[in-house]
């Protein structure tokens, strides 16, 4: 699956679990993150540290010979409300009674197969549940926190209020899934779980009545292992206009796809890098994603700015001042960057890096997961550390603007052959237009469609950046750093990570060819 992920696949969902939990057991140096799913394990790597044909062989031979690799994991009571408001036309689809559905799904040992859609979201399983739900002929708009559902074999409990066609039947007070706790996800890949029919409160982590193996937690515990606030700096600017959209990004959140996390992060991560370099930064530090310009800010103390990416005109106080380059802001002066010409989204870096607190380990806004601090609005501060460096000197820094028609280099995909060799061949030839449905998450191209020679559906299993889903309808959709960490639509091919970054600064209406992997 492109040049930086393999995806293993075995026969049903009881050969994923056993072949995750041995891959899981005995990961090589280089190996970033195991994504369980339906029928398939996604296996990223860094090619730098591990190559690919090295990461092939060690699937092979940890799935003849698994270590112990259904061994039970730790169980988690769900202290359950049964009120949901699919509860009694659900038992009525199964031929059953509301009371049968319940004790039905209370008696049953579930298992944690995967996560996806969301984070901390479970997709659990049982031997003991022989139902198979059809999910919501239209989809809720809006499922409450807590929500408890079924759909298909599975059952699931939503961590946060998300749009969803599952069947709800329960609702659930317990903390599914705190981003500042030491472990952020309470139904983790392996557990076990059991859904218990009360109205109590959540009790502390291993303080069940079922032993210590209990895994259930609350609100306390939570608390006790969230991780401590990080100070914030002095003040740097001061947002006035944020434009369409601006968001703080660092380079994201990797290796966590298995806790439904998607990386995030800067999309043009060399426009972020270069911009932390041009005044002193480490080249991870946190600065701003300004999508399409129109962004004002002043200086609360003096500091120093640098802007990248997009091609736009620059002013401080009025004075056109250059991209590329450390500008230095005097206290109280404002720095405008006027409408995108050329590109999509700038980046601003300060120096000393803009701080805050961290989830997972990251200051980057998540727009699909909402994780990370908010869009930035009129009359935010930014805060700023110390800078890493000294201050370079800087005359001039070579750059190009970003083009309205771009080449991408593609990898292989692992879906290749539910298209049509014609559909192949097109993809690699036509011209592809930029649609309307940009954004952090994704890319939809407008364009011919690309015709299957299989027309069933995936089930569901990992994704990475850069793949080209293709839905039903034939035009491929490219995930980007916030897209989500499963899906269920068909990946013909995966865009380079080298390539990525150009993929950030394309706008609605812009050309996109590929090249490579037909």
């Known amino acids: 699956m492109g040049e930086r992920a393999i995806l293993a696949e075995v026969d049903d969902l009881a050969r994923v679990l056993g072949l995750h939990a041995a ?15 339906a029928r398939t394990v996604l296996v990223a790597f860094d090619p730098a540290r591990i190559a690919p044909a090295a990461v092939r062989a060690w699937i092979l031979s940890v799935g003849q010979t698994p270590p112990d690799a259904t061994a039970p994991g730790a169980l988690v009571e769900i ?28 008696g049953a040992e579930w298992t944690v197969a995967f996560t996806g859609f969301a984070p901390g979201f479970a997709y659990l399983v049982s031997d003991a549940w022989p139902h198979d739900v059809p999910r919501l002929a239209q989809p809720r ?79 306390d515990a939570a608390a006790a292992s969230s991780v401590p606030e990080i100070p914030s700096r002095l003040p740097a600017l001061r947002i006035v206009a944020p434009g369409a959209l601006a968001t703080v990004q660092d380079l994201g959140r990797p290796g966590r796809a298995a806790l439904g996390v998607a990386r995030s992060g800067a999309l043009d991560r060399g426009a972020l890098r270069i911009a932390n370099r041009l005044v002193g930064n480490a080249e991870d530090a946190a600065g701003v994603e300004i999508v399409l310009g129109g962004f004002r800010a002043v200086a609360e103390r003096d500091t120093w700015v ?49 701080t805050g607190p961290e989830t997972l380990g990251s200051r ?12 930035l609005r009129a009359g935010d ?24 028609s771009i080449d991408v280099d593609l990898a292989p995909g692992p879906r290749a052959d539910w298209f049509t060799p014609a559909a192949r061949r097109t993809l690699g030839e036509a011209t592809w237009t ?84 037909r």
């Not at 891959?23 to 799913?37: F, K, R, T, W």
């Not at 805060?383 to 083009?403: I, K, L, N, Q």
């Open 434 to 517: 930029v649609s309307r449905d940009a954004d952090r998450v994704g890319i939809r191209l407008d364009g011919p469609a690309l015709e299957r020679v299989r027309h069933d559906e995936l089930p569901s299993e990992g994704m990475r950046p850069g793949a080209l889903q293709v839905p039903p309808h034939g035009r491929p959709v490219v995930l980007l750093a916030d897209g989500p960490v499963t899906g269920g639509y068909p990946v013909i091919a995966v865009v380079t990570d080298a390539a990525l970054d150009r993929l950030a600064q394309v706008r609605p209406g812009d050309r996109v060819r590929f090249r490579g992997s």
């Open 381 to 404: 501060v930014l805060r700023a550390g110390e800078a890493s460096h000294p201050m370079p000197v800087v005359d001039v820094f070579p750059w190009s603007v970003p083009e309205a």
């Open 306 to 354: 640098a802007v990248t990416g997009a091609l736009g005109d620059l002013h401080l106080d009025g004075r056109a001042v250059d991209a590329y380059t450390p500008v230095f802001l005097p206290a109280g002066a404002e720095l405008s960057i006027g409408v995108a010409r050329g590109g999509a989204r700038f980046v601003l870096a300060v120096r000393g890096g803009v």
């Open 141 to 219: 708009t809006r499922v409450p926190a807590g929500s408890i559902g079924l759909a298909g074999g599975f059952s699931g409990a939503y961590p946060r209020e998300t749009p969803g066609g599952w069947r709800l039947i329960g609702t659930t007070d317990a903390p599914l899934f705190i981003p500042d706790a030491a472990d952020p996800v309470l139904l983790a890949p392996g557990a076990r779980v059991r859904f218990v029919p009360q109205r109590a409160a959540v009790s502390a982590a291993g303080a069940t009545a079922t032993g210590g193996d209990s895994a259930s937690g609350g609100a």
């Open 23 to 37: 891959l899981a057991a005995s990961p090589p140096a280089g190996v970033d993150d195991l994504v369980p799913a």
């Open 364 to 375: 980057s806004t998540d727009v699909l997961a909402s994780l990370g601090p908010p869009a």
């Open 79 to 106: 202290p359950t409300r049964y009120d949901g408001p699919d509860l009694e036309e659900t038992a009525a689809l199964l031929g059953i009674r509301p009371a049968d559905l319940v004790a039905r799904h209370a």
